[in-house]
């Protein structure tokens, strides 16, 4: 069952220093294409309100630019480092606030969940995971950074979901 509209989402690997970012849409005959994705980075010498802002910036002219319906988005796994954690923590925060601001539906997906969707295995590496996207939808990772493999990950992730609800629907409880 595919839908005669396309269904556009920008996925996002969160991080501050480097985060990637995918947007990507379904068309009206059921595949996956790759509109736009980057790795984009701050500088580690700016403040970090400035860095988050410059993030912000990125991420609302994306929304504007492509307009998805969408935010596909990797949750926050706990890191060793408490203060990256927590700094990640409040990007991911601004992001959810502006794609909701902008009307977009909201999906979050852990890591173990991205794996196994895009390789089959949970507990895959990252080098599976950028063997698999090839093999998924059409995009050369040829000169991505790992954080722009890992939003194209996430935004596969959220194409699988997607079907998978609109094929299975939930029974009300």
């Not at 996925?11 to 294409?33: H, L, N, Q």
């Not at 926050?76 to 700094?87: E, H, P, S, V």
């Amino acid at each position: 069952m595919y839908h005669t509209t396309p269904i556009t989402i920008i996925a996002v690997d969160p991080g501050y220093e480097r985060i990637g970012i995918a947007v990507m849409e379904k068309g009206s005959a059921g595949k996956e294409i790759v509109l736009h994705s980057e790795c984009f980075t701050t500088s580690s010498k700016k403040p970090f309100t400035e860095r988050l802002h410059e993030i912000g910036s990125r991420f609302s002219a994306l929304i504007a630019d492509h307009k998805p319906s969408i935010l596909a988005i990797e949750n926050l796994f706990m890191q060793n480092n408490q203060k990256t954690a927590m700094r990640v923590a409040e990007v991911r925060g601004a992001l959810i606030y502006l794609a909701k601001h902008a009307g977009l539906e909201i999906h979050e997906f852990t890591p173990k969940e991205i794996k196994l969707a895009v390789t089959g295995n949970g507990s895959a590496h990252k080098s599976d995971i950028a063997f698999m996207i090839p093999k998924l939808i059409a995009v050369s990772l040829d000169k991505k950074i790992d954080d722009e493999i890992d939003a194209l990950a996430v935004g596969i992730t959220c194409f699988a979901y997607k079907k998978t609800v609109s094929t299975y629907p939930q029974k009300n409880t």
